[in-house]
């Protein structure tokens, strides 16, 4: 049993549905910052930043199961990230530029729409952005092929994006040029 703010006793089951009030915390707010902090600042996303240091990249594309020849390839060239927003905030643009080829993804925060993976294949995707911070999954194929995750987060030098495939992480840190 509980008790109402009267002290009279309530059934534990009316007192829990009295709190529907409150919203849950976030993530953020769990770990000290709430949405709202985001919100206070205007995030500069858009420029160019070049490929300054990549970790741990070939295995993640080993994982993901891009040919040996295509994963030799993309180890050893220079990337660029040519991200543009328009004047409302609302369709984000995020080329990614290699010497070999260029990918572009066109996007709404929180909306889903196709991506070419790394491997070829075309799967759905969705990016979240909250703050410095966007999280895109890229759903598997089917059943058996393993979601991807890419966290990109920015500051006022560059991003670091760190690619995560079943227990595989791999972190390429962007310099702003």
Do not use: C
């Not at 194929?141 to 991003?159: A, H």
């Amino acid at each position: 049993m509980t008790f109402d703010r009267q002290g009279n006793e309530t059934p534990l089951i009316k007192h829990i549905s009295s709190w529907s009030h409150l919203s849950p915390l976030s993530i953020e707010q769990w770990n000290g910052k709430n949405e709202s902090e985001y919100e206070q600042k205007e995030y500069n996303y858009t420029g160019t930043f070049k490929l300054e240091s990549s970790e741990n990249f070939g295995q993640f594309l080993t994982e993901m199961g891009v040919s040996y020849f295509l994963r030799k390839l993309a180890e050893s060239m220079s990337s660029e990230y040519i991200i543009d927003v328009d004047s409302t905030r609302t369709n984000y643009t995020l080329k990614t530029v290699t010497p070999f080829r260029e990918a572009v993804i066109t996007f709404q925060d929180g909306k889903e729409f196709n991506v070419r993976r790394m491997d070829g294949t075309i799967v759905k995707s969705v990016i979240h952005i909250n703050g410095p911070k966007w999280t895109q999954l890229m759903y598997g194929k089917n059943s058996t092929d393993p979601n991807i995750t890419v966290i990109r987060e920015f500051d006022d030098n560059g991003i670091k994006a760190t690619f995560m495939i079943n227990k595989i992480r791999a972190v390429r840190n962007y310099v702003r040029i």
